[in-house]
């Protein structure tokens, strides 16, 4: 892995979006994102302070660095996200309770995910932020308050990206107008 290198995807990332949160092990969004701040699902102290952070990339699944704290079998996801003191999950929570998502490469067909979107949606009666996925998926049942975004091919993702970027910037407010979110 450590010959891989970062995509053109992962070089506008950070024009969308300063905070990520991904379940790929790999580094290619710190070796993108080197001065982001790194947080893995088993750091608490990081974890207390993530909304503080302006820039973060939240690896809920672990990180190869840290391959003995890697959640990889299922019924590690099932003590994961079954544990009700769990610092990271209580904070994903927080996040989907606050923030639209985009995600990007993500499958979205995990359960404990899926579980928690459905989660969250119910806990607020659908009064939470609308979430977008990006998929060549036509025909799936997405969790609540996830909309799709759906693309012919894999193919189109870079030239959608780009679109997004264009859209971002004609609504970016002047330098003297930015406010922080």
């Known amino acids: 892995y450590d010959e891989k290198n970062p995509s053109s995807i992962h070089k506008n990332l950070d024009l969308i979006s300063s905070k990520f949160i991904t379940t790929n092990y790999d580094?290619?969004?710190?070796?993108?994102?080197?001065?982001?701040?790194?947080?893995?699902?088993?750091?608490?102290?990081?974890?207390?302070?993530?909304?503080?952070?302006?820039?973060?990339?939240?690896?809920?699944?672990?990180?190869?660095?840290?391959?003995?704290?890697?959640?990889?079998?299922?019924?590690?996801?099932?003590?994961?996200?079954?544990?009700?003191?769990?610092?990271?999950?209580?904070?994903?929570?927080?996040i989907i309770s606050d923030m639209s998502i985009l995600f990007v490469g993500f499958s979205l067909t995990d359960p404990h995910i899926n579980y928690i979107f459905d989660y969250v949606s119910g806990v607020y009666e659908g009064y939470t932020p609308e979430n977008y996925i990006i998929t060549t998926e036509k025909e799936h049942k997405w969790p609540r308050r996830v909309t799709p975004i759906i693309l012919e091919s894999h193919g189109d993702l870079e030239k959608l990206t780009e679109n997004i970027l264009e859209k971002a910037n004609s609504h970016r407010p002047a330098d003297d107008e930015k406010t922080n979110y």
């Open 27 to 94: 580094c290619l969004l710190e070796k993108q994102f080197p001065s982001f701040e790194k947080i893995t699902y088993s750091n608490n102290y990081k974890i207390s302070k993530l909304s503080g952070y302006k820039k973060y990339i939240f690896k809920i699944h672990g990180d190869i660095n840290e391959p003995d704290k890697c959640i990889l079998f299922p019924s590690q996801y099932d003590q994961l996200y079954s544990k009700s003191d769990s610092s990271s999950v209580f904070e994903f929570k927080k």
